[in-house]
């Protein structure tokens, strides 16, 4: 273990996101964050597990925006602030497969790299905070059900992945606090730009969502107020705020 006035680092535990969340109830700052090599209990969006192997990057954040209001948008920053990091270690060309599928998951190639999960906490008395995880693969992609994935020493062909992770480990966090703050100070525009920018469907793109035997397509149109994919589906307008987009089509076919 590892600890700092910033971070807590460690070899193994249940998950991050409960210890940052105890963690906050206790008072750490915002951009306070815990990572560890390997969790017992990782969770992803809808209670699913998150398969945490050794080598890859497993942390979780703490919190603290002055506008609720922004709370919404944080994953997405969250998925901003991080592929900038990403981008810049890539190097110029090598970073243009990265790409961000709403609501929360990061791209390489149009396979998972990464996926984000944000949680309000709130302690009796205390004001309600934060939570954003992160995992990110590194040296190595889990078997999903259903899922292709990707990590990124596929892409940067380094033999291994102890000095990348270091040093993304340092990094990712520290990009997602500067992403949640300048939520704060400049509003969502900037977050929406890069967003599209890098989107893997852009407006025009047909989605589909739902369960199985109740499957819906739509047109993607825009990002709404609280950072909700807003799509044309049978002529009106559908909000979408965290379903699981499942297949699509991009918009010129």
């Known amino acids: ?9 460690l070899e193994s535990c249940e998950s991050t996101q409960l210890i940052a969340r105890e963690r906050g109830e206790q008072g750490a700052p915002h951009g306070f964050w815990v990572s560890s090599q390997r969790q017992t209990g990782g969770r992803g969006r809808r209670g699913n597990q998150w398969v945490s192997t050794p080598g890859n990057l497993h942390l979780s954040v ?32 090598s970073e243009s497969g990265l790409s961000i599928k709403w609501p929360n998951d990061l791209w390489l190639d149009g396979r998972k790299l990464a996926g984000f ?8 008395g205390q004001p309600p905070f934060l939570v954003l995880g992160l995992g ?4 190595f992609a889990p078997q999903v059900s259903e899922q292709q994935t990707a990590a990124l020493l596929e892409v940067l062909g380094a033999p291994d992945s102890g000095e990348l992770l270091s040093k ?8 997602v606090a500067r992403a949640c703050t300048r939520l704060d100070t400049e509003g969502t525009s900037w977050v929406s730009e890069i ?35 807003r799509v044309e589906a ?6 979408l705020y965290s379903e699981e987009i499942r297949g699509f089509r991009s918009a010129g076919g």
């Open 195 to 229: 967003f599209w920018k890098h989107s893997a469907f852009k407006p025009g793109a047909q989605v589909e969502w739902g369960e199985a035997g109740a499957r819906q397509t739509g047109i993607v149109r825009e990002l709404g107020p609280h950072g909700e994919l």
């Open 62 to 93: 703490v919190l603290r925006p002055a506008r609720s209001d922004h709370w919404t948008w944080v994953a997405i920053a969250a998925a901003v602030g991080t592929l900038e990091v990403l981008q810049s270690e890539l190097g110029p060309g």
């Open 136 to 139: 990110l693969n590194v040296g």
């Open 234 to 239: 049978q002529g009106a307008v559908v909000s």
């Open 1 to 9: 273990m590892i600890q700092s006035g910033d971070c807590l680092k």
């Open 168 to 175: 993304l480990q340092d990094e990712v966090p520290r990009a």
């Open 117 to 124: 999960l944000c949680e309000v906490c709130q302690k009796r």
